[in-house]
């Protein structure tokens, strides 16, 4: 049996000029779910549901987890912080399932693997905090949010020994891409560093107590037809799942 991984969508509440306008509407990249299903999984999106109740019964009925990226920002409030920069969008209802979810999950030892501002939720639904500007808070090297194409390599990061993600990968050093102006500042107790940018900005953290926890900064599922690192990822989280799935 393929196990069944919850995506989570992003949403606009109808107030966007662009993805439905003034309809309200879910919307997910495609490259998310195609990921999933390369790797040997069932991708099954999220309903944006706002009750305790209700994402635990959707933490039962999954073998995973992807917590996405791309689009909205989580709202500084979510991580005990005032907003002090411009952010282009949140979504209250986004938010409020990937933050729900994700401690759901933690507390069940569900296999969850985090994006992007996927891996910051998750940072944050465990207790964690974000810088909400790096270009304003913090000194660095290095373009985080470059304009060309996330098809293309940013930067190298370096990952820690002994860690999940150097188990993956293999390496000590990858490249990968970039496209945030956000980043985790302080990792909650629970959770490791377990990679960096040359810059010092956190790139991935993951759970030394689960059997599959990860969040990755940058977005290997542009990447993991041809980088196959990347690839390795979305296996690895997989196989995590079915493990999971047997042992239900």
């Not at 808070?137 to 820690?160: D, F, L, N, V």
Request: proline fraction near 6%; charged fraction near 20%; hydrophobic fraction near 40%.
């Amino acid at each position: 049996m393929k196990p069944i991984i919850g995506v989570t969508p992003d949403f606009n509440p109808g107030d966007r000029q662009d993805m439905g306008g003034k309809e309200p509407t879910y919307f997910l990249r495609a490259l998310y779910t195609k990921a999933i299903e390369d790797a040997g999984g069932i991708p099954f999106i999220l309903p944006l549901m706002p009750d305790v109740g209700a994402w635990r019964s959707i933490v039962s009925q999954v073998d995973g987890l992807l917590i996405t990226g791309s689009g909205s920002d989580l709202a500084p409030e979510t991580y005990g912080q005032k907003q002090h920069y411009q952010f282009k969008c949140m979504s209250r209802e986004r938010a409020t399932l990937e933050l729900g979810v994700s401690r759901v999950a933690y507390k069940a030892d569900v296999p969850m693997l985090g994006i992007c501002g996927g891996m910051q939720s998750i940072a944050v639904a465990l207790g964690g905090t974000l810088f909400q500007d790096i270009d304003s808070q913090i000194k660095t090297s290095i373009s985080h949010q470059p304009t060309y194409s996330a098809t293309k390599m940013a930067h190298r990061i370096k990952i820690e020994a002994r860690s999940l993600l150097r188990r993956i990968a293999g390496k000590a050093t990858i490249w990968v891409n970039s496209s945030h102006h956000q980043s985790i500042k302080d990792v909650p107790p629970c959770l490791r560093t377990s990679a960096v940018s040359l810059d010092g900005i956190i790139e991935a953290i993951e759970a030394p107590d689960r059997h599959f926890l990860l969040g990755v900064q940058w977005h290997p599922e542009f990447l993991y037809e041809r980088h196959p690192i990347q690839k390795k990822l979305f296996q690895a989280f997989i196989k995590a799942a079915k493990a999971f799935s047997k042992n239900k």
